[in-house]
């Protein structure tokens, strides 16, 4: 299973960006799905999750800025991420659990996006 992760950039304090990443191959089930982040010298923190059914769950940082979706059909996780703070600065991941086949098997796991930087800057 692979994850691919779209959407990163540079923003101006105050700007939106939106990102999505699109979950493919030997796919059974996606239950949750997630955004995490790492900032420079600073450990991976999670950011938002959402579940198969669509309850949602978010950092306290990021509370009624940013908001996660997600399109079971098309396996993929959106974040709409407003009023960036130069603090959001950091690569984001995208992360999701599930079920894949593999040789026949169901296999539990974890996945992981390569991630996308963003850059909140003036």
């Known amino acids: 299973v692979q994850l691919q992760a779209f959407g990163g950039g540079l923003v101006h304090p105050g700007g939106s960006l939106r990102l999505s990443c699109a979950a493919s191959g030997s796919i059974f089930m996606i239950t949750s799905m997630g955004w995490y982040r790492q900032a420079p010298g600073k450990e991976r923190e999670l950011v938002a999750t959402?579940?198969?059914?669509?309850?949602?769950d978010y950092a306290d940082s990021v509370k009624g800025r940013f908001t996660t979706s997600r399109d079971n059909a098309k396996n993929t996780v959106y974040l709409q991420m407003d009023s960036l703070k130069p603090e959001d600065t950091a690569v984001y991941y995208c992360?999701?659990?599930?079920?894949?086949?593999?040789?026949?098997?169901?296999?539990?796991?974890?996945?992981w996006g390569q991630g996308t930087e963003v850059t909140v800057s003036s």
């Open positions: 992360n999701a659990k599930g079920v894949h086949t593999e040789g026949g098997a169901y296999v539990v796991d974890t996945y």
């Open positions: 959402i579940s198969s059914s669509g309850r949602t």
